[in-house]
């Protein structure tokens, strides 16, 4: 009976491939050409999405799928141009250097080693935890406001349009102002390649839509003489293949870039983090991030050597493989190898392509990041954090992109603050005829005990809450009738223990010891909160003999009644 493949830790490069059978040759001869055929046309219009020629997002898949089926674990991901972080990085490299110039591809490539270094860096030093510093309703805000930044970057391609210069809104105004000297042919080209799409999508994410449509379309512009009647074409692609070189910058352009990759590093971790836990190569095992963060490192390095920008996982081209039968990386290194025979034979091909095709497919890439659903969910279950959602789509949107996503990851941070700081004292009541003690609230039915406080915080201690915590309790107990003897914290919530917080509870413990109330803790079951108390030394004002399993426990030892 056959087994199905086992993650192999041990296995330095080339791990995917390390349960290959010649059974999965089929499979993923199929992924790798359907994801060819997914990946060709969406590489080249990202790779102009950043001001690039088409053949630099060609070389960017090359370099992130060799690169990754080195070194990353995830048996289906495909990493390379991607259109997340292609706006966030060209919107800061072109404050540098003029869109297109050389000096705007070095850029880029050294961009793309920094990144590259920091995912490597990364994966070392086990930052997979890093992935989850952007919320669920930060993340949804995020890919809008990229979304709208596409939109408005393509759509006077798609009109037949001068694209302006400036801020977001800016440009809707311009376009708004020139809308009645659309071009009816490239009008038509771009939202019928959009249609095209976006049928073939709703039919089969296998149908290559986007390839179809280009094909489609470049058939009309040569059939019609469309370059004629003003439809703008890719025109030359040279026929180059991807040669290794160093980016010739000077030392403090290195140091100015630093920021810049650092926000790119975050961004392709989440999403390299979120593609590799959505499809995972062994149901039974977690996914290794940290070895697929240096996967994605590797092929952004490769990136930058091979003369591109910065790569990143794609959760619909990961999709696409899972989705065809792939079985290892082989379909990432087949897809790689076709853009590869497709530049050094057939670049010739690509010249007539029309850049309102190229738009049409961005069109339905930034429609298709909308997360409309959630949206909803999130406004209908929970209106603050639909207002993190609307505040982080609007500072993407309004502000230079690399400070809006900047801003977006502060505010995820911030609510996660808010969130810690919430977490304030919370009365337990005992439940009658049990020995279990219960939070207060409307649908238990609990007493207190007279002489007894009970009380819990359902977060860890920290410096965000610790003050409010001792003040409460202080608070707590001057307000019980008759004074309290006995005060027990229930512990079970509390799973972190800093030391602003350890020097609240000693101060706790000894104000409480000279007030006369005895004190007790129950039930601190975190392995760090216990270590807290032996590195924080609070043995020293309470007694290890006052630290008990249950609440039930500690009220029968000290003399409560049960």
């Not at 952007?134 to 798609?158: C, D, E, K, N, R």
């Not at 079985?327 to 025979?341: D, E, K, N, T």
């Not at 009970?454 to 809450?465: E, M, R, T």
Request: include cysteine; hydrophobic fraction near 50%.
């Amino acid at each position: 009976m056959a087994q199905p493949p086992a993650t192999h830790t041990n296995w330095p490069i080339f791990r995917s491939l390390k349960a290959f059978r010649p059974s999965d040759l089929p499979g993923d001869l199929i992924a790798g050409l359907t994801l060819a055929a997914i990946a060709i046309p969406e590489q080249m219009a990202t790779s102009r999405l950043g001001g690039f020629s088409p053949q630099i997002g060609f070389f960017a898949f090359i370099a992130g799928s060799l690169g990754f089926a080195m070194f990353g674990a995830n048996r289906f991901l495909s990493c390379g141009a991607d259109s997340t972080i292609t706006p966030i990085f060209a919107g800061g490299l072109a404050v540098m250097a003029t869109a297109g110039s050389p000096d705007y591809q070095s850029l880029a490539m050294a961009l793309a080693l920094m990144v590259g270094v920091i995912m490597i860096a990364g994966s070392l030093f086990k930052l997979g935890w890093i992935a989850n510093l952007l919320s669920t309703p930060v993340t949804v805000g995020f890919l809008a406001g990229i979304s709208v930044h596409i939109l408005v970057s393509q759509l006077p391609g798609v009109l037949g349009l001068h694209t302006p210069d400036g801020p977001t809104l800016y440009k809707l105004g311009m376009l708004a102002k020139d809308i009645g000297q659309t071009n009816l042919y490239t009008l038509a080209i771009g939202l019928g390649v959009l249609a095209l799409v976006a049928g073939s999508e709703t039919i089969s994410a296998r149908i290559p839509g986007a390839l179809i449509g280009l094909v489609a379309a470049t058939i009309a512009v040569i059939a019609g003489h469309l370059e004629s009647k003003g439809v703008n074409v890719v025109g030359t692609v040279p026929g180059t293949l991807p040669k290794p070189s160093l980016p010739d910058i000077a030392p403090e352009r290195w140091v100015k870039l630093l920021s810049l990759a650092l926000l790119i590093a975050v961004v392709v971790m989440v999403q390299t983090a979120a593609t590799t836990r959505s499809f995972l190569s062994d149901r039974d095992k977690p996914a290794d991030v940290d070895r697929d963060f240096l996967g994605a490192g590797a092929g952004s390095v490769l990136s930058g050597l091979f003369g591109a920008f910065p790569v990143n996982a794609s959760p619909p081209r990961t999709g696409i493989v899972s989705e065809t039968g792939g079985r290892s990386q082989l379909a990432g290194l087949v897809a790689a190898g076709i853009v590869l025979a497709l530049l050094a034979f057939g670049a010739t091909l690509l010249q007539h392509v029309p850049d309102a095709a190229l738009g049409g497919v961005l069109l339905f890439v930034a429609l298709r990041i909308i997360r409309l659903k959630q949206i909803v969910m999130i406004f209908r279950q929970s209106f603050y954090e639909f207002l993190l959602v609307v505040a982080t789509a609007a500072a993407i949107i309004v502000l230079p992109i690399e400070q809006g996503v900047a801003v977006g990851i502060a505010l995820s941070l911030l609510h996660g603050i808010w969130t810690t700081t919430r977490g304030r004292l919370v009365e337990f009541v005992h439940v009658p005829n049990t020995t279990i003690w219960w939070p207060a609230g409307r649908q238990v039915g609990g007493e207190p005990r007279p002489g007894i406080i009970v009380v819990g915080q359902q977060a860890p201690l920290s410096f965000l809450n610790a003050a409010n915590f001792h003040s409460d309790v202080i608070k707590m107990i001057g307000a019980s009738t008759p004074k309290p003897r006995l005060l027990v914290i229930e512990a079970s919530g509390i799973v972190e223990i800093d030391f602003t917080a350890a020097q609240a509870l000693h101060d706790l413990f000894r104000e409480c010891r000279e007030d006369g109330v005895t004190i007790a803790i129950a039930r601190l079951e975190s392995t760090r909160a216990q270590d807290a108390f032996e590195r924080f030394n609070l043995y020293d004002v309470l007694p290890r003999d006052r630290v008990f399993h249950s609440v039930d426990e500690a009220l029968r030892t000290l003399g409560g009644p049960a």
